[in-house]
């Protein structure tokens, strides 16, 4: 018999079904790319790309889609890095009690990590805020991108 799938496998998974059964509000346009076969996953300390999250542009307004964050397995957790509406972080994760932390990296990033199964909608909560704070919620079929200055 194989060994038992890793926490932080399950939990990718988990957080995978969440972000892409929605069929309504800004989770509907979300998608995963460059994902990892769970059965190929082999986490480590330091996390193995299980997807990447991406926003699709609304309507036919010729945006590409927004990279919004990746997720990471680990043995014992899921790591999600935002790359994305970070200024919204703070008070997310604080409100969702999820462990954050900035990533110091050019660009930056921010880190949230999940633990176990009853923080993967909690973290869904920090996507749906850095949906909001990037902008790409408000990208619509005219070409408008509320995101330029």
Do not use: W
């Amino acid at each position: 018999m194989s060994d038992p799938t890793p926490v932080g496998v399950r939990l990718a998974q988990l957080l995978a079904s969440e972000l892409v059964a929605r069929e309504d509000g800004p989770l509907a346009r979300l998608e995963l790319v460059d994902v990892t076969d769970a059965d190929t996953l082999d986490p480590d300390e330091f996390g193995e790309l299980a997807y990447g999250v991406v926003v699709r542009a609304g309507g036919d307004g010729g945006h590409p889609p927004t990279r919004l964050a990746d997720v990471y397995a680990h043995a014992d957790r899921a790591r999600v890095e935002f790359r994305v509406g970070l200024d919204a972080f703070p008070e997310a994760a604080h409100d969702a009690d999820l462990r954050v932390r900035p990533k110091a990296v050019d660009p930056p990033r921010v880190l949230v990590f999940v633990e176990d199964g009853g923080e993967v909608k909690r973290a869904v909560r920090t996507v749906t805020a850095a949906i909001a704070a990037s902008g790409a919620d408000r990208r619509d079929a005219s070409g408008d991108d509320s995101t330029d200055a």
